[in-house]
């Protein structure tokens, strides 16, 4: 009763994310507890409240002991990935912790948590300023992720970040989209992402607009010949992307990642005319009854 007390109160202030008061708490609770498996849940919780507040070595330390321990898997695995996350931190050496985790991929153990080992890989790469080994691995974790909606949505949203600050923010606001889709609303940072997500509404819609507005203007410029030639590389160009998706679309999955795989949606770009299907297929049509009759007659 004293162990549940202490956990209750420390609990109290988890949900105020008051960290620095419910660790000592936490402490007390872990002392307190007879019972073997609720003291590594305690002490779980512990490290990750250590690491949250930067007590690095401390988190580490119990890190190891829920790995060491007889904890439920998924949680003696987590409590592995966050202390080589910790031990590549505190050194130089990004590789090593990137080969110990590929390594992880091939153990028939881990099948049921490669999405949060790429997920580890990518940020690894991304901590070492490779932004693109960062995206691929980023993704594979989004397309291996099949029963863990909270891990799929911080895959998504390490993308979206990864966008925005290159910056893309189109793409970016394609996985925010995706991001809030998946995680959990009870995730701490749901909010905030939301709020990220609405701000940049108005930003990629004026971008959309402006990029559609360069290219028609630049069409425009180019002599009429190589204007018709331009259309229709661009219409062949978008028939075809449009036949690989519907043959996507009905195959079974590859296990290759495309862009039908990740639910980020097109919304937005399909508000640009050679992304928007309808539009296109109209425009072919009467473009090649123009052809046909010897006129062209194309007002920009």
């Given at each position: 009763m004293?162990?549940e ?8 202030y ?13 402490n ?15 002490t ?12 690095k ?21 987590n ?6 996350s ?14 110990t ?12 948590n490669?999405?949060q ?6 940020r ?8 693109k080994?960062a995206?691929l ?13 909270t ?8 993308l979206?970040?990864?966008y ?6 189109v ?12 995680l ?7 909010d ?9 509404d108005?930003l990629?819609?004026?971008l ?26 661009q ?6 992307q449009?036949?690989a ?11 290759m ?30 473009f ?13």
């Amino acid at each position: 009763m004293v162990a549940e007390a202490y956990a209750s109160k420390a609990q109290w202030y988890i949900y105020a994310k008051a960290y620095e008061p419910a660790i000592p708490l936490l402490n007390k609770a872990i002392k307190a507890c007879t019972n073997k498996a609720q003291r590594i849940r305690l002490t779980f919780l512990l490290a990750q409240l250590e690491l949250e507040t930067g007590k690095k070595a401390l988190a580490s330390s119990h890190f190891t002991q829920v790995y060491k321990s007889n904890a439920a898997f998924d949680m003696a695995f987590n409590a592995h990935l966050n202390q080589l996350s910790i031990a590549e931190q505190n050194s130089s050496k990004k590789n090593d912790r990137i080969k110990t985790l590929q390594a992880l991929l091939k153990d028939d153990k881990n099948s049921d948590n490669v999405d949060q080992i790429y997920f580890q890989i990518g940020r690894s790469y991304q901590d070492a300023g490779n932004a693109k080994q960062a995206e691929l691995n980023y993704k594979q974790s989004v397309l291996k992720s099949k029963r863990n909606q909270t891990q799929k949505g911080l895959s998504y949203l390490a993308l979206a970040n990864l966008y925005f600050n290159q910056p893309d923010y189109v793409t970016a606001k394609n996985y925010y989209d995706s991001t809030l889709s998946v995680l959990p609303s009870s995730h701490p940072s749901f909010d905030a992402i939301r709020k990220k997500n609405s701000n940049l509404d108005l930003l990629t819609s004026q971008l959309i607009i402006i990029d559609t507005e360069d290219s028609l203007q630049a069409l425009a410029k180019l002599p009429e010949a190589e204007k018709r030639l331009k259309i229709i590389a661009q219409l062949e160009q978008k028939a075809k992307q449009d036949a690989a998706k519907k043959q996507t679309a009905g195959s079974p999955n590859t296990g290759m990642y495309t862009t039908n795989n990740d639910n980020t949606g097109n919304q937005i770009d399909a508000k640009f005319y050679f992304n928007n299907s309808a539009a296109l297929s109209q425009g072919f049509a009467d473009f090649k009854k123009r052809t046909a009759s010897g006129s062209f007659p194309i007002a920009f």
